[in-house]
């Protein structure tokens, strides 16, 4: 695998960008097939190699994760301790 050239690292990260976006304006967690960021998805996964997109999709999950913890705190569940 070739290393992507400045261009085709910028395409790729502005596709992910408008994919982040349009989840972000309509609440969702990840695209919908047929819902409104799906076409989305599509460019982004054109535009991007299949490990970028593994990548970012994990750490998409991860800062959704963070700021959850950083807005709402973490609650340890005392039974699942036992």
């Known amino acids: 695998m070739s ?3 400045r261009e085709e690292r ?3 990260w502005g596709a992910r ?3 982040w976006e349009c989840l972000d304006k309509n609440g ?3 695209a919908v097939t047929g819902g409104p960021c799906a076409e989305f998805r ?3 996964e054109k535009s991007c190699s299949a490990q970028w997109v593994k990548h970012f999709d994990r ?3 991860y800062l959704q994760f963070k ?3 950083e807005t709402e705190g973490y609650e340890i569940n005392k039974n699942s301790l036992r």
Do not use: A, G, L, N
């Open 67 to 69: 700021h959850k913890i």
């Open 59 to 61: 750490k998409r999950s």
């Open 3 to 5: 290393f992507p050239t």
């Open 10 to 12: 910028s395409v790729c």
């Open 17 to 19: 960008d408008k994919y």
């Open 28 to 30: 969702e967690k990840e």
């Open 42 to 44: 599509k460019i982004y």
